[in-house]
């Protein structure tokens, strides 16, 4: 971080994310108070940097509207990561009458409010946070693949996403620029209807991950000169198909 923002800046960030994943979620108010009582106070004494409310509203001011460090320090992860990065997004409720972004959104049933969206970038192989973006709680997920790739060019990626991403366009960005991906087909799109009536399982494997084991079949179906589907069934599961997803 030292190489993308200035030394106090960046610690600042450091103390402020360390506190919020130590305790969960911190009002802006207390802040000053966690750091006060925990050994960063100790660590960073030496430092001018201040954890009130209002200095709290400058960093995150100057980090919402002065992006092109923070941008830089999202794309440096990019490069540093193992190229294959799982990609989500995560309704939040928005109680808050100033906020411009919060809306009503597709989870107003669950939250009772309106929502922001938060699109989420990791690491698969260390779980490594590499980019974050907040959106309308009016957006859905798969209007955001586009503003995302013009943000941050990616390239030799493995994007693994969920359903709600699915879309031709989107599918199109994804496999660019020497790009990949894995994706659940919804059920309501012409080639899972496709698959699902020529459905024959052709081959077989052991799935074991810690103490979670299954017996899965599959069946493989080109599709296109890039684009495979493949279709999952727990054997143990009877009849039940378990996924269906496409990878270019």
């Known amino acids: 971080m030292k190489q993308f923002f200035p030394i106090d800046y960046a610690s600042q960030i450091f103390v402020y994310a360390s506190i919020l994943f130590a305790n969960d979620f911190v009002h802006v108010d207390q802040v000053q108070n966690y750091y006060e009582q925990s050994w960063l106070a100790q660590e960073y004494k030496t430092f001018s940097f201040h954890m009130g409310r209002t200095a709290l509203g400058t960093l995150l001011d100057h980090l919402g509207r002065r992006t092109q460090r923070a941008s830089n320090y999202e794309i440096a992860a990019v490069k540093k990561s193992s190229s294959a990065i799982a990609i989500d997004g995560h309704a939040i409720r928005s109680c808050s009458e100033e906020n411009d972004l919060g809306e009503s959104g597709y989870k107003f049933h669950l939250l009772k409010e309106d929502q922001v969206n938060l699109l989420m970038g990791y690491d698969v192989n260390t779980g490594l946070p590499l980019f974050a973006r907040m959106y309308r709680g009016a957006c859905n997920d798969k209007s955001t693949i586009e503003d995302l790739t013009d943000l941050i060019k990616f390239s030799g990626i493995l994007f693994v996403i969920d359903r ?37 399982y052709t081959d077989s494997f052991y799935y074991r991950s810690g103490k979670k084991h299954a017996r899965i079949e599959y ?4 599709i296109s000169e890039t684009d495979y589907i493949y279709v999952f069934r727990d054997i143990d599961e009877n009849e039940k198909v378990g996924s269906i997803i496409s990878i270019a």
């Not at 069946?219 to 080109?222: A, D, G, Q, S, T």
């Open 164 to 200: 709600g991403f699915y879309s031709a366009k989107n599918l199109e960005i994804l496999a660019s620029n020497d790009n990949t991906y894995i994706i659940p087909v919804p059920a309501h799109i012409n080639v899972y209807k496709e698959v699902m009536r020529s459905l024959k």
């Open 219 to 222: 069946m493989l179906k080109r």
